[in-house]
């Protein structure tokens, strides 16, 4: 089991994240505004229009690689058979029901009870056995259970702590399993697009909804994975096609990426290699 304790962190090393002083990963002002638009999430014309096209790459993404690591074959209907599966702030459970649908044994969990209600229901009506918790990612860590695969899609810019949230991720991880993330880059082009672009220029998503500052680069990510014990084996941009309507993997990190790591069991582990994925 692993004990959250409220202490101060160590003065940064070259290289790593910031932390703030409070000691949890909750944003409350975050969890406020995900709560208010829960009834929305199974909208295809809604507020997370985007989010929906934006998961079919995710989705991709996560099953081809898992299929492989784990020695099963993508290109089945049921790929991820067997394998236990986190998704941490799963909210209605747009990624967690495709997940469920290709064979995983699915836990969600989100801190906002209204988006846990709505991805409860909408389980229930499409006949799949997701289980599904109004919890944070704290008490889960306490437990001590652990995943074949665990999820952090679209979360780490929400939270308020970025190196615990890692910290408490990672330790819900099992030795020679993996995880997954995804996330936006803080460069000035993730400005000009994910918050300009998308939130009040072309209303792609609700107003509000990410602060630059809490962007996270791909080295400040992976020097905290590193610490938990994660080796990053892969990272991968992600754009959007205006020409074909669709998100799609890319060598340009600038903006949004994914990362895909391993955690390593007492320095034992396969070897690990660092790459882009070309579109």
């Given at each position: 089991?692993?004990?959250?304790?409220?202490?101060?962190?160590?003065?940064?090393?070259?290289?790593?994240?910031?932390?703030?002083?409070?000691?949890?990963?909750?944003?409350?002002?975050?969890?406020?505004?995900?709560?208010?638009?829960?009834?929305?999430?199974?909208?295809?014309?809604?507020?997370?229009?985007?989010?929906?096209?934006?998961?079919?790459?995710?989705?991709?993404?996560?099953?081809?690689?898992?299929?492989?690591?784990?020695?099963?074959?993508?290109?089945?209907?049921?790929?991820?058979?067997?394998?236990?599966?986190?998704?941490?702030?799963?909210?209605?459970?747009?990624l967690s029901e495709?997940?469920?649908?290709?064979?995983?044994?699915?836990?969600?969990?989100?801190?906002?009870?209204?988006?846990?209600?709505?991805?409860?229901?909408?389980?229930?009506?499409?006949?799949?056995?997701?289980?599904?918790?109004?919890?944070?990612?704290?008490?889960?860590?306490?437990?001590?259970?652990?995943?074949?695969?665990?999820?952090?899609?679209?979360?780490?810019?929400?939270?308020?702590?970025?190196?615990?949230?890692?910290?408490?991720?990672?330790?819900?991880?099992?030795?020679?399993?993996?995880?997954?993330?995804?996330?936006?880059?803080?460069?000035?082009?993730?400005?000009?697009?994910?918050?300009?672009?998308?939130?009040?220029?072309?209303?792609?998503?609700?107003?509000?909804?990410?602060?630059w500052s809490k962007?996270?680069?791909?080295?400040?990510?992976?020097?905290?994975?590193?610490?938990?014990?994660?080796?990053?084996?892969?990272?991968?941009?992600?754009?959007?096609?205006?020409?074909?309507?669709?998100?799609?993997?890319?060598?340009?990190?600038?903006?949004?990426?994914?990362?895909?790591?391993?955690?390593?069991?007492?320095?034992?582990?396969?070897?690990?290699?660092?790459?882009?994925?070309?579109?």
């Amino acid at each position: 089991m692993i004990s959250v304790r409220a202490l101060p962190r160590a003065e940064c090393a070259p290289g790593e994240m910031p932390m703030a002083k409070v000691r949890d990963t909750i944003d409350e002002n975050d969890v406020a505004r995900f709560s208010r638009l829960s009834g929305q999430w199974w909208n295809p014309h809604g507020p997370w229009a985007k989010l929906h096209k934006f998961n079919e790459v995710r989705l991709g993404y996560i099953r081809d690689r898992a299929a492989a690591y784990f020695g099963d074959d993508q290109t089945r209907p049921d790929g991820l058979r067997g394998l236990r599966m986190l998704d941490i702030g799963c909210g209605g459970g747009i990624l967690s029901e495709p997940l469920a649908r290709l064979g995983a044994r699915v836990v969600g969990i989100d801190p906002s009870a209204s988006n846990i209600t709505v991805a409860k229901t909408h389980a229930a009506e499409a006949a799949l056995s997701i289980d599904y918790r109004d919890t944070t990612v704290e008490e889960l860590a306490k437990t001590g259970e652990t995943f074949d695969v665990v999820l952090a899609m679209e979360v780490v810019e929400h939270v308020a702590d970025v190196g615990l949230f890692l910290d408490l991720a990672a330790a819900t991880a099992k030795p020679g399993g993996l995880m997954f993330l995804g996330t936006l880059n803080r460069t000035v082009r993730s400005f000009a697009v994910a918050i300009a672009g998308a939130e009040y220029i072309l209303g792609w998503i609700p107003r509000g909804t990410h602060q630059w500052s809490k962007f996270v680069t791909p080295h400040e990510l992976e020097t905290a994975l590193k610490r938990n014990g994660l080796n990053c084996r892969e990272t991968a941009g992600v754009v959007y096609n205006p020409f074909v309507g669709r998100f799609q993997l890319s060598n340009d990190t600038s903006v949004s990426y994914m990362v895909v790591a391993e955690k390593i069991s007492h320095g034992h582990g396969r070897q690990v290699q660092v790459a882009i994925i070309p579109q």
